[in-house]
T-cell receptor, first 112, second 116 residues
Framework: GDSVTQMEGPVTLSEEAFLTINCTYT??????LFWYVQYPGEGLQLLLK?????DKGSNKGFEATYRKETTSFHLEKGSVQVSDSAVYFC???????????FGTGTKLQVIP | GAVVSQHPSRVICKSGTSVKIECRSL??????MFWYRQFPKQSLMLMAT?????????EQGVEKDKFLINHASLTLSTLTVTSAHPEDSSFYIC????????????FGPGTRLLVL
């Protein structure tokens, strides 16, 4: 079946540091890949997505590129802020967008 | 954008009582709604999928008699946790999808349930 593997957290960074959160996946067919963010006590918000190989999703300074050859969708940001502290989930949509498979989430803590 | 709301945002109840959680799509009609459960520091687990006017499809291991789902209209789905017990305490998140095809799910803000 489909699966998503994320790096374990928590990740603690100083403000303005470079962020990478690794995400790899296994899936049959051609899934679409997503990153969601969950702030404390809240639900999930879509951060960015990519629907086919070599697509780059970007939003709020975050970027991720759909790499089919390495089955990866790593999340990056050049300069993190305290307000970026949250849990980040990598996810894939498959089966004609019927099914969503989430990674276990990576908690990011940015300190001033 | 597509907005999904949940009510209540948090609820505390006594063991043995039933709790109803509402999920509404505020500015679109949702052909399909999904219910997830999130344990502390863990990912989201899909509980069930519901289509308006038909019975919900439950994931393996989820008790349909325990977690009653009603998708009464294209903008409302409810999850009722019947005879709740402390182990049902969790964060419940719903999502909604506007139509079939390559359409993302829009997530609600979640409901924190604490059963004493």
């Amino acid at each position: 079946g489909d699966s998503v593997t994320q790096m374990e957290g928590p990740v603690t960074l100083s403000e303005e540091a470079f962020l990478t959160i690794n995400c790899t996946y296994t899936a049959t067919g051609y899934p679409s890949l997503f990153w969601y963010v969950q702030y404390p006590g809240e639900g999930l918000q879509l951060l960015l997505k990519a629907t086919k190989a070599d697509d780059k999703g970007s939003n709020k300074g975050f970027e991720a590129t759909y790499r089919k050859e390495t089955t990866s969708f790593h999340l990056e940001k050049g300069s993190v802020q305290v307000s970026d502290s949250a849990v980040y989930f990598c996810a894939l949509y498959s089966g004609g967008y019927q099914k969503v498979t989430f990674g276990t989430g990576t908690k990011l803590q940015v300190i001033p | 954008g597509a907005v999904v709301s949940q009510h209540p945002s948090r609820v505390i109840c006594k063991s043995g009582t039933s709790v109803k959680i509402e999920c509404r799509s505020l500015d679109f009609q949702a052909t399909t709604m999904f219910w997830y459960r999130q344990f502390p520091k863990q990912s989201l687990m899909l509980m069930a999928t519901s289509n308006e006017g038909s019975k919900a499809t439950y994931e393996q291991g989820v008790e349909k008699d325990k977690f009653l789902i009603n998708h009464a209209s294209l903008t409302l789905s409810t999850l009722t946790v019947t005879s709740a017990h402390p182990e049902d305490s969790s964060f419940y998140i719903c999502s909604a999808r506007r139509r079939e095809g390559r359409e993302t799910q829009y997530f609600g803000p979640g409901t924190r349930l604490l059963v004493l």
